[in-house]
């Protein structure tokens, strides 16, 4: 096997069995930081020893193995200091060859979730955690997808694995009164990363298909381990639908596409039955949408409607009524003025927009003054909509989004 081939299949194991391997080690050694770089560890040896010996007929089973015995070594380092250690060693020692299941999906990749999601961690620091432990991506591939330097996301996820150390966090799935509460942070980063990756706040790239990728990815995932929570399906039926309309986003150039000049034939059909059906099982359940289920509602409304003309927006509009009073937030109420402006006109919507804008909660986005800019074009107030347009372009951060603001100023003379 060539070298290359080789790494690419470490690649390949590690993005699909990595939670597994970190959460397993996590379990046998009770020690969260400790798994985690026993996995690198056992990840750094595959990559030289896979492209000279082929690769194993059980790859993440290798990996395991490796990873454990890694742990022996650091036990019985530690034996002589701790009797404990010593035991612990034994009983991985026996454990060592246990076969690996890959159909089995278990409690330790959940359990893995919910520690990298803690409420103890800054959000900058659960996003991070999470798409290296369990996302399986490395350090420069966070960073990549954040814009921030390699050395910001290392030192990240070096404070978090401390502050969990400190802690004494138990690698463990929360018993059941506290699981709704910390699953509520679970599913919020994987709505920041797939947020991050569908509309980037800055940089050059319309989408980031990889970033919002693997938060669907996570979310299929989670969605078999906790099949009995709506919300679950919820964000994932979320995810799902949005995700469907990608491929008609942007053009040739990458260039950002609007929701009423995309050929809805290009959006993903596939994507759309698995968002739905997702949707369909969170309604099942019997509990209502939260969150995430409204927000997915939406979605659906879209993904169904042959057009933008077309669409049930007097439906979009008592969804993101119900959205806002089950959790305010000035985007939800800006989001519902442009549904507002589609069912009644811009002149019943424009009334709202202003009133978000002299309440300073947007202050710093860009996307109020480009819905006012939209408002003020179709009331035929050119003079303020320029203004408006301006003021959005000197506030948006993504390059592809400023180039579309710009040609609309431009088209206004």
Not at 47 to 71: D, F, I, K, M, N
Not at 189 to 205: A, D, R, W
Not at 232 to 255: I, M, N
Not at 311 to 323: F, G, I, P, S
Request: charge should be neutral; glycine fraction near 6%; include cysteine.
């Amino acid at each position: 096997m060539g070298e290359h081939s080789g790494r690419a299949a470490v690649a390949a194991v590690w993005r699909i069995e990595s939670a597994r391997i970190v959460g397993a080690l996590a379990r046998y050694t009770g020690d969260f930081a400790l798994a985690e770089d026993l996995a690198q560890e056992a990840l750094a040896e595959a990559l030289v020893t896979w492209p000279r010996e082929g690769v194993p007929r059980e790859p993440a089973g290798w990996l395991l193995t490796v990873g454990r015995r890694r742990a022996i070594d650091v036990f019985r380092r530690r034996s002589a200091l701790d009797d404990r250690y010593a035991t612990m060693a034994r009983d991985l020692g026996e454990a060592v060859e246990e076969s690996w299941d890959p159909e089995r999906i278990d409690d330790d990749v959940l359990a893995l979730m919910f520690v990298s999601c803690h409420p103890l961690l800054s959000p900058e620091a659960r996003v991070a955690l999470t798409l290296r432990v369990v996302g399986g991506l490395t350090s420069d591939e966070i960073a990549r997808a954040f814009l921030v330097p390699t050395a910001t996301v290392q030192a990240r996820i070096t404070r978090a694995k401390k502050t969990l150390g400190a802690a004494n966090v138990a690698f463990e799935v929360p018993p059941s009164e506290e699981r709704a509460g910390r699953l509520g942070s679970v599913l919020s980063v994987l709505y920041v990363i797939f947020t991050e990756g569908s509309s980037p706040t800055s940089g050059e790239s319309a989408i980031r298909l990889d970033l919002a990728g693997e938060a669907q990815r996570l979310a299929r995932v989670l969605a078999r381990l906790v099949p009995d929570e709506p919300e679950v399906h919820g964000l994932l039926a979320l995810l799902e639908l949005t995700a469907a309309r990608f491929p008609a986003r942007t053009d040739p150039d990458g260039e950002p596409v609007l929701l009423e000049d995309q050929d809805r034939r290009r959006w993903d059909r596939s994507a759309i039955t698995r968002g739905r059906a997702a949707l369909a099982r969170a309604e099942s359940i019997g509990r209502g949408f939260g969150y995430y289920g409204l927000q997915a509602a939406i979605a659906e409304c879209h993904a169904v409607a042959p057009s933008v003309a077309e669409t049930k927006w007097t439906r979009v509009v008592a969804l993101y009524e119900a959205l806002g009073t089950l959790a305010p937030s000035p985007i939800v109420d800006l989001n519902r003025a442009v549904a507002v402006s589609m069912a009644r006109g811009p002149a019943a919507a424009l009334p709202l927009v202003d009133a978000l804008a002299a309440s300073d909660a947007l202050a710093r986005s860009h996307l109020l003054a480009g819905v006012r800019a939209e408002l003020l074009i179709r009331l035929d107030r050119r003079a303020e909509a320029r203004a408006a347009l301006a003021a959005a372009i000197d506030l948006c951060g993504n390059d592809r989004e400023r180039t579309v603001l710009n040609r609309k100023l431009a088209d206004l003379g």
